[in-house]
C-alpha cells in the first residue's frame, strides 16, 4: 500500500496535524520517505506546536516534541506534556517524545521542542546523547540553551510566532500551573 503523503503531496497545515495525532508506529504507512526528507525544520517545530496544542486542549501545559533521524529525517518519537491528564510529575514534552522512540542511539537525532527545555529535560537531552535540539521558544522561556552547548549539543532557536502564544496565553490563564510544571507542586504557591 502507497503512503498517503508521498512526493507528490503538498506539504500544508492539515498535513502536518495528521502527522502530529498519528501515532509514531503509523506514520511509516501514512507518509513515505521521500515526504519525510520534504519537511523542513519549520515543519517539524509546527507538528511539535500542534502537539503542545493538543496538551492546551486537554487542559494540560502547551508543550511538545519531535524527535527525527538526522540522516533520513523520519520521526523517531513524538509526545506533549501530560503533566495534568497523566497525574504525572516529570512528563513533559521531551520525555514522553524521549519514551515514544525508545532504545535508540539519539547520537543521530534532532529534538524539536516548543519551548525551552526545563533543567531535568535539558540534563536528560545531554545524558542521552542528542546532537541537535531545535527550540521553538525562548520567548516565555529560557535559560538551558548554554547548558545544552557546555555539553557539546548543537542549539538553535526557531521561534514559532503561534507556539509563542499559545505559551503566552497558558501562563496568563493558569500562572500556578505554569509554576508547577517548571517548580513542582510547592512552587506552584509561589
Known sequence: MKPLLNTGTEVTESTLAAIAHMPTASLPVLMSDDFAR????????RIAVLLARKSYAEGGCPIGAVIVDNATRRILGKGHNTLVQENHPYNHGETAAIRDAGRIDF???TLFTSLSPCDVCATLLYMRGFSRVVVGDVTNASGTEALLRSKGVQVE??????????????????????????????????
Open 38 to 45: 520534504r519537511l523542513s525544520d519549520a515543519d517539524l517545530m
Open 157 to 190: 532557536v526557531l521561534e514559532d510566532v503561534r507556539g509563542i502564544g499559545l505559551y503566552a496565553r497558558f501562563r496568563a490563564d493558569n500562572p500556578a500551573l505554569d509554576r508547577e510544571d517548571w517548580k513542582g507542586v510547592s512552587g506552584a504557591g509561589e
Open 107 to 109: 547520537s543521530r537525532t
